[in-house]
């Protein structure tokens, strides 16, 4: 079998220790290609271009890619991953693992993941002036019988839920629960909206997930709206949950918040497929403040690249990385500020390289 070829981009801030660290694992211990073209950042500075057309092309041409944080010069690099490859799911696991530091009092046994529409939504980037709602749409008028006009001067932001968007997310989160299943997990999709006051929108997308959960008579289904989903994620996380799908910007948030009961963001990686390549990362930002210090957590990244092996088919080393990094928790001697420790980040980065030696 030909040797899968990973693009690694480090992008801002500390994307490229996160990443960095991540390679220093991967490289040592699975057969991989690691290729490591300029992006972000670093490509900014030397070629004033955080995405030169040498980087994209070997973006095009990978099995997949590694990707560390976006900042205000990596825009370009995020954009073409996401929407030019057509990544439409957003996949976030959140499982706990032993010495993480949780805000839960006993998170043991927690194991859910949620998936985040990742093309549309409120990030469609439909934004503008008010007076062109009213100049272009003279007749709009909300269910309170208020027009455009009445609201003076403003902006305004275009929400855009599509039936081909709710549609392929339905069918990816019934196929990701009866995956999941097979492996002992509940088989429950949980679709979040706040349809009661998105009519339309939002009742579209329960509308379609509902209905697609109903294909499946091996998989359960609920639904809650998103202000009592928050509540429910910090109540109930273990017992009710499997498989969560929602909306663009609801799966942001969620996922943020979910992120604290595994130990922070530190912990949090996230898959990004469905479209041409697919691309990996940890989802805690560039985090500039403390870029550079060899301090921040690379666990998210060396998950996400869990997260890439597995997408790879290569299911035992992932399984390997992951009872690596469980270890290391497991004995809590090599962990980094944010878990309570003391380690540099290149040190958790070789404390699972030791566990997989």
């Known amino acids: 079998m030909a040797r899968k070829r990973i693009v690694a981009l480090g992008g801002d801030g500390v994307g490229p220790e996160v990443v960095g660290a991540a390679c220093h694992v991967l490289e040592k211990t699975f057969d991989l290609e690691i290729l490591k073209p300029p992006a972000g950042e670093d490509a900014h500075k030397k070629y004033s271009n955080a995405f030169p057309d040498e980087t994209r092309q070997e973006c095009d041409g990978a099995d997949a890619i590694l990707f560390g944080a976006t900042g205000p010069t990596s825009i370009a690099v995020l954009a073409y991953l996401r929407w030019v490859l057509d990544n439409f799911v957003n996949v976030r696991p959140m499982k706990f693992y032993t ?3 949780s805000c839960l009092k006993d998170p043991t046994g927690l194991d859910l993941v949620i998936l985040r529409e990742n093309s549309e939504g409120m990030y469609s980037f ?7 709602l009213r100049e272009g749409m003279p007749e709009l008028k909300s269910l309170l019988g208020k027009s455009v ?11 855009l839920i599509s039936e081909q968007g709710a549609g392929r997310m339905a069918a990816y989160a019934c196929q990701y629960a009866l995956q999941r299943k097979k492996d002992n997990h509940p088989g429950k999709v949980t679709c979040v909206t706040k349809s009661n006051v998105l009519m339309q929108t939002d009742g579209l997308f329960q509308r379609i997930v509902s209905e697609e959960v109903q294909k499946h008579p091996e998989l359960s289904y609920n639904h809650y709206y998103v202000d009592d989903m928050s509540r429910r994620l910090l109540v109930y996380p273990e ?14 948030i969620l996922a943020d918040e979910a992120a604290e009961l595994i130990g922070g963001l530190g912990m949090a990686p996230s898959a990004n497929v469905g479209g041409r390549v697919p691309y990996f990362e940890s989802v805690h930002g560039s985090a500039p403040d403390i870029a550079g210090k060899n301090i921040v957590n690379p666990t998210a990244t060396i998950l996400s690249a869990k997260l890439m092996l597995d997408y ?3 299911r035992q080393e992932a399984e390997a990385l992951e009872r690596a990094v469980a270890a290391v928790y497991r004995e809590g001697e090599t962990l980094t500020r944010d ?14 390289l ?3 030696s």
Request: hydrophobic share 40%; proline share 0%.
């Open 339 to 352: 878990q309570g420790g003391t380690a540099s980040t290149m040190d958790v980065a070789q404390a699972v």
């Open 312 to 314: 790879l088919d290569m």
């Open 354 to 356: 030791n566990e997989l």
């Open 239 to 252: 017992e009710e949950f499997d498989v969560v799908v929602t909306t663009n910007m609801y799966g942001d």
């Open 99 to 101: 010495g993480a530091r």
């Open 126 to 132: 439909f934004e503008g002036d008010l007076y062109v």
């Open 149 to 159: 006009e009445d609201f003076g001067e403003g902006k305004f932001a275009i929400r």
